[in-house]
């Protein structure tokens, strides 16, 4: 099964600070998907990446997949205790990410942003 | 609102209970997935439909959990015989059939099960 390790578990910065938070795969990503949690809701879908090379951003969120395709990073720029939360990758299993199946998530990583 | 809902958002039941949860996707969304969360782990993957058909169910889904989608529109969950060990989080995830967004999943604010 695919297995998705996140890194760092948790992460503690001040308000302003950049920060990156990583997700590395042991197979090939067909579709890797960020979100983000806040304690005690549901997911909130940030973005989503294909491609090797493939770069998104939404606002100050900057999420990278490798050429590889076996690691993403989440990079957050200048951060807000808005951004505080649990921010999870998940990835589809099937080759060519076509399948639109189950997701297989890494642990998440807690951040906390103080202002 | 027309994101994901589900109900109840809370429940607390006694061990040995039976207990069913339900999930209403985004209308147009043809796809439904439930998984479970546990505290400080990631959701895990349980079952999935596409219309009213279960295509996909995990291991994690003993016999005391069945899932179904009767008219391809919402969903429920049925843990019969609850165990402790069955406290979890509920989340439900809706994708869409076709457009930029397909394969994407919204989630639901979750269905968290405390069993005492």
């Known amino acids: 099964s695919q297995e998705l390790e996140q890194s760092p578990q948790s992460l503690i910065v001040q308000e302003g600070k950049n920060l990156t938070i990583n997700c590395t795969s042991s197979?090939?990503?067909?579709?890797l998907y960020w979100y983000k949690q806040k304690y005690g809701e549901g997911l909130i879908f940030l973005m989503m990446l294909q491609k090797g090379g493939e770069e998104k951003s939404h606002e100050k969120i900057t999420a990278k997949l490798d050429e590889k395709k076996q690691q993403s990073s989440l990079h957050i720029t200048a951060s807000q205790p808005s951004h505080a939360g649990i921010y999870l990758c998940?990835?589809?299993?099937?080759?060519?990410?076509?399948?639109?199946?189950?997701?297989?998530f890494g642990q998440g990583t807690i951040l906390t942003v103080h202002p | 609102d027309t994101g994901v809902s589900q109900d109840p958002r809370h429940k607390i039941t006694k061990r040995g209970q039976n207990v069913t949860f339900r999930c209403d996707p985004i209308s147009e969304h043809n796809r439904l997935y439930w998984y479970r969360q546990t505290l400080g782990q990631g959701p895990e993957f349980l079952t999935y439909?596409?219309?009213?058909?279960?295509?996909?169910k995990s291991r994690l889904l003993s016999d005391r959990f069945s899932a179904e989608r009767p008219k391809g529109s919402f969903s429920t969950l049925e843990i019969q015989r609850t165990e402790q060990g069955d406290s979890a989080m509920y989340l439900c995830a809706s994708s869409p059939p076709e457009g930029p967004g397909i394969g994407t999943q919204y989630f639901g604010p979750g269905t968290r099960l405390l069993v005492l």
């Open positions: 439909f596409q219309n009213e058909a279960q295509l996909e």
């Open positions: 197979k090939t990503l067909y579709g």
């Open positions: 998940g990835a589809d299993k099937s080759a060519g990410g076509t399948s639109y199946g189950k997701l297989t």
